[in-house]
């Protein structure tokens, strides 16, 4: 994880440093305490001036300052993980690995090529000297931030960056669209006074598409992003970076569209372990079950083991814990997605090292008077934990008496549920549950100085509610329990897994239901597809510059490129049926997969979206939709 930013300035009318905010270089330099160093390059013919800061989180090989710069001039600044595609040695740091490689590209294609063939997150910047070429892009789904930012007209200046400021007084910043990458031909901009910016697009190796449809479809979504005065244009020999993933196997058996179309309600099974054990019976459906979860268990693998490890570090947080510190993290709600993470990563971190399971919680409203509606929701969860012992039973029950904490939220009750099976999973595991509690003073406090910055230039009310729910999460500062007493705590753990991905792929969201119930089968592949395409917009970005804050890196294991195509090649019906109540249809083959991890209530828990599970969405306003424009958002 880093922090990366360019500012290029076309014009001399002002020093490069004007166009570089400090606080923007406050909030890069969050993301990457490691390290911190500037760059300037300067041209005098034609005439134009880059400004390269890069601050650096280190995870793996030698510690390496950026930016890079080598005997040729070339500058590189790199913000990701090569899982896999380029060989990276273990005791390599992969910047410097892409570095080499790039200086050894002679040729456009050489370099979408090395691109093409990377498996992990990214975003990068990379200035070609010898071309006065400036390149930068996302991965495939955006799982890492990138921001561009370009002055009005007169000026001729830009800049890119991880994580920008949310300053009213500030030309607007977008997101980089994760649709390929881009060129500037620095020399021809300085020259002409204007920005014009060359795309090569993403392409699936196996398309009916036509190069001229690509371009054509993705030009007119890219252009969106941009501002009037800055042109876009496709390269001109049409060349294209290979998608890392597999299309959507869109597939429609006959049984499935039958079974879509015919009323269930009335022969739905009740949900139970039983249930799910019963799919498991047939041989097909089992295997595919368990080609999922070992797809799924590499991905996770990778991204637990990937990560320098101090063995002097000892955690001094807390007495009595385990002597050595937790560097892996799971946001944890204990549902279906974060238990499956979690049990998974139990798989391959070293036995003697904990795992912080983070689990956030929104004081509610009325502390003193805890409602019907709440006391319910409680309840059902109890109902739920079908396989905890009765000592369980009845912790949970004392809750619900006169004593019930204001911080007692949903996600809270089945986070402490799951801990539960987990514990039981592996009790040779040391098991950080983080109970990390927050007040609505403390919510606008951090919301005002800096989550409002990270969550820029997205500015839904859902933005606001998800973006702090992960800003309070990741920062990993609560309480754990320790000889039964509740202890300040605060997550050393630099990885943070998220379950991101596996609703959007397998059909979890309530919206879903709408779809398949208007449209059927088709609809809902045709709404999944949708899905994956706006994740890098709409979610990850976003995501990377609040987990980013801490000086974390977010890893998103559901959304690994050998998990996704693996998904992408079932048809509908072997990922989901949504003909079968909440808490079996949505994500089937991942509740399924539960099963067969050894975990119990937890596969049934129907999904609950962070904002309604840890209760943030009730704390400030009642009366709004997601979709509305968040006033807690805009900076006064």
């Known amino acids: 994880m880093c922090g990366i930013c360019c500012v290029v300035a076309l014009s001399s009318q002002h020093s490069i440093h004007d166009y570089f905010n400090e606080d923007v270089h406050c909030r890069l330099r969050r ?39 080598d005997v040729n001039n070339n500058i590189f600044l790199w913000n990701g993980e090569i899982f896999n595609g380029v060989h990276v040695g273990d005791s390599e740091n992969d910047t410097e690995v892409m570095f080499r490689h790039l200086a050894l590209c002679s040729s456009e294609a050489d370099i979408l090529s090395l691109f093409s063939s990377l498996r992990g997150p990214w975003s990068f910047i990379y200035y070609q000297a010898s071309q006065h070429s400036l390149w930068f892009g996302r991965d495939y789904f955006g799982r890492r931030s990138l921001l561009w930012q370009f002055s009005n007209v007169s000026d001729s200046a830009f800049c890119l960056t991880s994580v920008s400021v949310n300053v009213e007084s500030c030309n607007q910043c977008q997101e980089v669209p994760a649709s390929g990458i881009f060129r500037i031909d620095l020399r021809d901009c300085a020259t002409t006074k204007s920005l014009s910016l060359t795309l090569f697009p993403w392409k699936y190796s196996c398309t009916e598409e036509t190069e001229e449809e690509i371009f054509v479809d993705v030009l007119d979504q890219v252009s969106k992003y941009l501002p009037n005065h800055i042109s876009l244009v496709v390269n001109e020999s049409k060349l294209c970076l290979r998608a890392p993933v597999i299309p959507l196997n869109r597939t429609i058996s006959e049984a499935s569209a039958e079974r879509a179309s015919t009323d269930s309600s009335n022969t739905s099974p009740v949900v139970s372990i039983e249930t799910l054990q ?106 739920l934990d079908l396989h905890c012992g009765q000592e369980n039973h009845k912790d949970l029950g004392a809750k619900i008496g006169d004593h019930l904490s204001c911080f007692d939220v949903p996600d809270r009750i089945t986070g402490r ?31 005002r100085q800096c989550i409002t910055h990270l969550i820029y230039p997205l500015d839904t009310v859902l933005d606001d509610s998800i973006g702090c729910a992960i800003w309070f999460a990741s920062r990993g500062e609560g309480y754990i329990s320790k ?19 596996a609703d959007e792929q397998l059909a979890g969201y309530s919206r879903h239901r709408v779809c398949f119930r208007k449209y059927g089968p088709e609809g809902l592949n045709k709404e999944l597809e ?39 090649s079932l048809p509908i019906s072997e990922k989901a049926d949504l003909t079968l109540p909440r808490g079996i249809g949505e994500k089937l083959i991942l509740r399924l997969g539960a099963k067969e991890l050894g975990l119990k209530a937890s596969s049934i828990l129907p999904k609950r979206a962070v904002q309604f599970g840890s209760r943030i969405a009730k704390l400030e306003s009642n009366n709004e939709k997601a979709y509305h424009t968040c006033s807690r958002l805009k900076l006064f």
Request: glycine share 6%.
């Open 278 to 383: 019963g799919y498991l019976v047939e041989e097909h459906k089992k295997k595919l079950v368990h080609q999922f979860i070992d797809v799924l268990d590499e991905a996770v693998k990778r991204r637990v083991l990937l990560l320098f490890r101090d063995e002097d570090q000892r955690t001094k947080e807390v007495q009595g814990v385990s002597h050595r510190k937790a560097h892996v993290a799971v946001l944890f709600s204990g549902g279906i997605d974060s238990m499956v993470i979690a049990a998974l990563a139990d798989r391959h971190v070293p036995l003697e090292e904990p795992i912080d399971l983070l689990n956030v919680a929104f004081m509610t409203k009325e502390q003193t008077k805890q409602t019907g509606t709440t006391k319910n929701s409680i309840n059902q969860e109890m109902q």
């Open 483 to 501: 000889q039964g007493e509740m202890k300040p705590y605060k997550s050393p753990a630099k990885v943070v897994l998220t379950g991101i991905g």
């Open 31 to 69: 993301r990457g305490p490691d390290s911190s160093q500037q760059l300037i390059k300067s041209v005098c013919e034609p005439s134009y001036e880059c400004l390269f800061s890069g601050h650096v989180l280190h995870l793996r090989g030698l510690m390496t300052p950026q930016p890079l710069e």
């Open 417 to 447: 549920a799951g801990l539960k099976e987990l514990e039981a999973l592996n009790p040779s595991r040391t098991w950080n549950f983080v109970e990390i509690n927050v007040t609505l003073k403390e919510l606008k406090e951090m919301r």
């Open 530 to 568: 949708m899905e994956l395409g706006r994740i890098s917009s709409r979610n990850l970005g976003r995501d990377d510059r609040i987990i980013g804050d801490h000086g974390k890196e977010a890893r998103f294991p559901f959304i690994d490129e050998d998990v996704v195509s693996f998904l992408n």
